[in-house]
């Protein structure tokens, strides 16, 4: 028994001296990340420490490439424009990019692209990008620090860069540039529909928290101002308009009075597999023709 | 009566009613075993009466809309319109292990291996002891029935040991079969927007992904266990190592296959009869072996070439003779053989169905378009795992105690044993080393273990 106390102190002390340094080294290398980058710590990096802009987009990765900002910059051309959609992050990434940017320089417009299960699929600490930046960024620990669960573990430096300590260290060491797209990326090539298969899941849920994240980014941009337009972009496939998370989706637009603008099972979109690069995403063609139509549906030309 | 109530509560957690199910289970195999040795006349009868019953339960959680569907479709093509009851049945975890060890227990006392367990509370934690209740090892009644009986006393030895298996069975779990499962998903879950150099890297990513995957849980169950003072017996022998696909199933799922074995192939008169018969018990062994992972043609087809497989193999060993694995070369070709022969079969198993299959098969011998790399980082991750399991397999396999080196006239041994190193200060650092790499670098947020669906 003496001897398994002994080992088990030795082996506990160890590692929990490795996690602290692993907390250490991770926020160092978070801080020396270069400002602007398209990857997926880079770009979330410039979206909560750096993003100033009057026109923000919010979303997954269905926002960042679907809205295309040269398009943006030409019907606004004085303005500060930012896509921060990022590849499959959810309502609570949304609010601490939203929450961050505030901080720095509050937006005019805000266009919160959401998918119509997003209620139903709330990130959890530990599969969303935001945990990285955790010690960085004060909004990203207000909206992380759910319950004490979250809380405990998110002290782990172990937890916290999870798979990415690497990638945080050879980011760190890339040359500065500039992101000329403001955060968008087209995609090339259009979809082959001979290969077309799709099961459409039953989303039967709706998750507080996420419904409580979506809640105060309306409360937020009703505070400061801001106007905010929540979009369902196009998907080549039909989607269920009865599913539980979007009819709670379409409800709290409505009843906050909300600008709720749907074209998931628009016939103008659907019917053309030339403008998408896969049954969920836009190809570049794509996103030119819908932020056009978007920004004509809007009435979007100036302010 | 503290584990039995731990492995309810445990159970319980996923869905408190179906413990019902296991609890079912147990008084039929327990009642009809014990009547089996009351009235030795009537124990075939009982013994029909107890598998029965048993397969009952399974059938009706795991095939009921398989088999409904099928007559359906078939009916519908004969022009025949008939309606089955449309049930939502949400399958039970567990469930083909659990009721397969009773069944194995009601089998075993026929035969009179074994006699039938008196005390129900202990009958009842041969079912539902909590580290093999959900995805095995498959118990036999003679290995884990007498533990029961004895009293264990905490031994730093099993702690120890125990929890060397818990910490290898996690890297297997995070570090191989998850991180290789984002490879393997993005390409599987997309057939078609990838190419057959992606599609071929996918499948044998799936092939070490199910190896990690569930070779990982049963360590993590025996290593449970064995801190607990209970032997569990071994499921996995580095079967990747194999030099033919008969070898093959001596040393992957182990339970299972020697339930089979012992269960299936040989009630069914197994090798004692003319060789052609032989054949066909091990084709029928094996369909049902593929029926067994799940309800679905895919899986069929999976133990089908499985059955293929093993009867090319006994043709072969009747007519040429056993090979002999002479040199080192003869034994890498057939470690290669093997292993693209099981890959080629795991396609089945991967695929969401029959038609998924074949389009990928299809797509792979295209040999055309450009590999898939996915995140470099993950890629990496996913190669640097793989790596330190290849490693390990081909150290235990081939160099189980230690290598001799040699120093001009002198030779030393040195050991290749990390974890269970004499030294103290290589074994603490090999611990701690493992630990953080797995909370480093292994997938923490995702995947449920595949074998909990069967």
Redesign the interface.
């Known amino acids: 028994m003496r001897k398994l106390l002994i080992y088990s102190a030795v082996i506990i002390i160890c590692t929990a001296t490795a996690d602290f340094l692993t907390g250490r080294l991770g926020k160092y290398f978070t801080e020396q990340l270069p400002e602007y980058g398209d990857n997926l710590i880079t770009k979330p990096n410039y979206a909560l420490q750096h993003a100033k802009a009057d026109i923000l987009i919010l979303g997954s990765s269905r926002a960042e490439h679907h809205y295309d900002t040269r398009i943006f910059q030409l019907q606004f051309p004085d303005t500060e424009i930012y896509n921060a959609g990022q590849h499959n992050q959810g309502m609570n990434y949304a609010l601490a990019v939203l929450k961050s940017c505030i901080e720095r320089k509050t937006p005019k417009i805000v266009f919160l692209d959401c998918e119509p299960e997003v209620l139903s699929e709330e990130k959890t600490a530990a599969n969303t990008t935001l945990k990285t930046f955790y010690s960085v960024n004060n909004n990203v620990k207000s909206v992380l620090n759910e319950t004490l669960k979250d809380k405990i573990v998110l002290k782990s430096g172990f937890y916290k860069y999870n798979g990415v300590i690497l990638k945080l260290f050879l980011d760190s060491r890339l040359p500065k540039s500039e992101d000329t797209l403001k955060g968008f990326e087209s995609l090339k090539g259009s979809l082959d529909t001979s290969k077309l298969k799709y099961e459409q899941p039953e989303f039967t849920s709706v998750i507080s928290k996420a419904e409580k994240d979506f809640k105060e980014i309306i409360s937020l941009c009703k505070k400061h101002n801001i106007k905010l337009y929540v979009v369902i972009s196009p998907y080549y496939y039909h989607q269920n308009e009865m599913s539980l998370p979007y009819v709670r989706l379409s409800e709290i637009c409505s009843k906050k009075n909300v600008s709720f603008s749907d074209y998931m099972n628009n016939s103008f979109f659907d019917s053309q597999p030339q403008l998408f690069h896969d049954i969920n995403h836009l190809n570049e063609k794509g996103a030119i023709l819908f932020t056009y139509r978007l920004l004509y549906d809007l009435h979007l030309t100036q302010y | 009566m503290f584990l039995l109530a731990a492995s309810y509560f445990f159970y319980m957690n996923w869905e408190p009613f179906y413990a019902l199910l296991i609890l079912t289970s147990t008084v039929i195999t327990y009642v009809c075993g014990n009547l089996m040795e009351k009235y030795p006349d009537k124990k075939r009868i009982l013994l029909v009466l107890c598998l029965l019953l048993n397969f009952s339960i399974l059938f009706f959680f795991k095939y009921y809309h398989f088999v409904t569907d099928n007559i359906f479709a078939l009916l519908s093509y004969c022009g025949i319109r008939v309606g089955f009851p449309q049930i939502k049945i949400l399958l039970p975890v567990g469930i083909s292990f659990y009721i397969f060890q009773a069944a194995g227990y009601s089998i075993d006392i026929y035969r009179k291996t074994i006699k039938a367990e008196k005390d129900f509370f202990t009958y009842a934690l041969f079912v539902s002891f909590f580290p093999q209740l959900v995805a095995g090892p498959i118990e036999r009644a003679k290995n884990l029935l007498p533990q029961f009986h004895s009293f264990h006393r ?1 031994s ?1 030895d099993n ?2 040991s125990g929890a060397k298996m818990m910490l290898w069975g996690y890297f297997l779990k995070l570090c191989v079969a998850d991180r290789l499962a984002e490879y393997t998903d993005s390409v599987y879950n ?4 990838h190419s057959s150099f992606s599609l071929i890297v996918a499948t044998i990513f799936f092939t070490f992904q199910i190896y990690g995957d569930f070779a990982g849980y049963s360590l993590i169950a025996k290593g449970c266990a064995k801190c607990l003072g209970y032997e569990l017996m071994e499921n996995f022998r580095r079967p990747y190592l194999s030099l033919n696909v008969k070898e093959f199933w001596k040393r992957w799922h182990i339970s299972l296959s020697s339930w089979f074995q012992d269960y299936v192939y040989i009630s069914l008169g197994g090798n004692r009869i003319n060789f052609v018969r032989t054949l066909f018990n091990l084709l029928i062994t094996f369909l049902i072996s593929g029926l067994w992972h799940g309800a679905s043609w895919n899986f069929v087809m999976w133990g089908l070439i499985h059955g293929v497989y093993l009867i090319i193999y006994n043709v072969i060993i009747k007519f040429c003779g056993s090979p002999a694995y002479k040199t080192k070369t003869s034994k890498a070709f057939g470690i290669l053989i093997t292993f693209v022969a099981v890959s080629f079969a795991w396609i089945f198993f991967r695929s969401d169905n029959m038609n ?1 299959a074949i389009y990928a098969i299809k797509e792979i011998f295209a040999f055309k378009g450009e590999l898939f790399t996915g ?1 470099k ?2 890629m ?2 996913s190669v640097t795992s793989l790596c330190i399991l290849i490693a390990k397999s081909l150290k235990d396999e081939f160099f189980p105690y230690g290598i001799s080196l040699r120093f001009g006239t002198k030779k030393i041994a040195v050991s290749t044993k990390i974890l269970d190193n004499p030294h ?1 200060a290589v074994k ?1 650092c090999a ?2 080393l493992l ?2 790499y797995i ?8 995947h449920q273990f595949i074998y909990f669906q069967f």
Do not use: H, K, R
């Open positions: 905490f730093y702690f120890s997309n057939m078609q927007m998924d995140s980082t993950v990496l991750l103290p603490i611990f701690v630990t953080c909370l480093l670098f292994g997938a923490l947020d995702s």
